[in-house]
């Protein structure tokens, strides 16, 4: 199947930069399409510099609904808004005073590919902080979803007040260009040796980003970058205090007979039927997260299968904790996703409009982040 990359390199114009981010776009570049996705063919969308947040979501979000694999290459800096705190990727016209409104929201990378099937989806970033956003994201380090294979590194504000080169990524193409891919967590470690190696990164390769896993070669004890210790193997595993995290639901899917009512199963989960007549069956994830399943469906063009068991959990929400709900407006926009997915932009935008309409009637700010994704 065809893959898709999404080249993203920004960083604020002037006196505000503290990375030149772009730099390494003409590297990656020169990199077949084929060796930057790990798939036979794949399309290439290069985004340098982009100056509004609209409209590298709107490439972000067209790059998720592609089927196939998918690698999002994310070279830049860190800034925090001043009024919620949250991390977001500085574009051209970012400025410390306007980051809430002219930088992309990190959330918004991880709500965009919270529905990819586990499996398909890696995310290589790059990232310089500032002072303010570097205290963020080491008491709180970023992730980008549950089924996304996050590699790379936030290193700290670069000493005397330079700008700094995207080295972590530069190391990244390098390797590439030789027209090998190893996999990923090769490739990853492969890439801090070389940026070890280099005399000119004074700071060190800073937070180190890997999935939950030890790196091998690092995994008998931690191992200081910069300013932080990172212990065998770099995040910790997200919990509720440190970004997103799915949520809990039983492994049985709502009104779906299980085996032992009706005596039938298969191999992948339980049968049941549909208004229609329409066989479902309600696969079951190792963990019992039917979020997986809905990805499978949309990955194998059944839509209408995905929103019939995302509006079966969206009603077993509603029955159990009330339409107003988090776990209600959880599946809602699950649902929202899926329209857009179908070819139904008019759906999920009515699907989202209903959400943000029940969020602030609830009176959540008209700025909550969640009013905002919405």
Avoid at 272 to 294: F, L
Avoid at 304 to 324: I, S
Wanted: glycine fraction near 8%.
């Amino acid at each position: 199947m065809p893959g898709t990359v999404l080249l993203l390199a920004a960083s604020p114009v002037g006196k505000g930069r503290l990375v030149d981010a772009a730099s390494v776009l003409p590297v990656l570049a020169a990199v077949e399409p084929a060796v930057l996705s790990g798939a036979p063919t794949a399309s290439v969308v290069e985004l340098a510099d982009p100056l509004e947040p609209q409209a590298v979501l709107t490439r972000l979000r067209a790059a998720a609904a592609s089927p196939g694999p998918l690698t999002v290459f994310v070279a830049g800096q860190l800034q925090l808004d001043r009024k919620q705190r949250l991390p977001h990727l500085a574009l051209a016209r970012t400025t410390a005073a306007t980051v809430r409104y002219t930088a992309l929201p990190w959330h918004w990378l991880r709500e965009e590919l919270r529905l990819r099937a586990e499996g398909t989806t890696t995310v290589v970033a790059d990232l310089r902080a500032d002072a303010e956003s570097w205290r963020e994201v080491c008491e709180r380090p970023l992730d980008a979803g549950a089924h996304v294979a996050l590699y790379g590194r936030v290193a700290p504000p670069p000493v005397r007040r330079r700008v700094a080169a995207p080295a972590y990524m530069k190391a990244v193409a390098t390797i590439l260009r030789s027209g090998h891919r190893p996999p990923p967590d090769q490739l990853h470690e492969q890439a801090l040796m070389r940026l070890a190696g280099e005399e000119g990164e004074e700071s060190g390769p800073g937070l180190v980003l890997a999935p939950h896993r030890p790196i091998p070669g690092h995994a008998a004890a931690g191992v200081v970058y910069g300013q932080v210790t990172v212990a065998a193997g770099a995040v910790p595993v997200p919990d509720a205090g440190l970004g997103s995290v799915p949520v809990p639901v039983p492994v049985q899917a709502p009104g779906v007979p299980d085996a032992a009512s009706t005596g039938t199963s298969t191999s992948a989960g339980t049968s049941t039927s549909t208004d229609t007549g329409v066989a479902i069956v309600a696969q079951r994830a190792p963990g019992g997260d039917p979020h997986a399943s809905i990805a499978a469906f949309v990955e194998a063009g059944r839509h209408g299968d995905a929103d019939t068991l995302a509006a079966r959990w969206e009603q077993a929400a509603v029955r159990t904790h009330g339409a107003a709900s988090e776990d209600a407006l959880h599946w809602s926009e699950v649902r929202a996703d899926l329209a857009m997915f179908a070819g139904d932009p008019a759906g999920s935008c009515r699907g989202w409009l209903t959400v943000a309409a029940t969020r602030l009637a609830m009176g959540q700010p008209a700025d909550a982040p969640a009013v905002e994704a919405a």
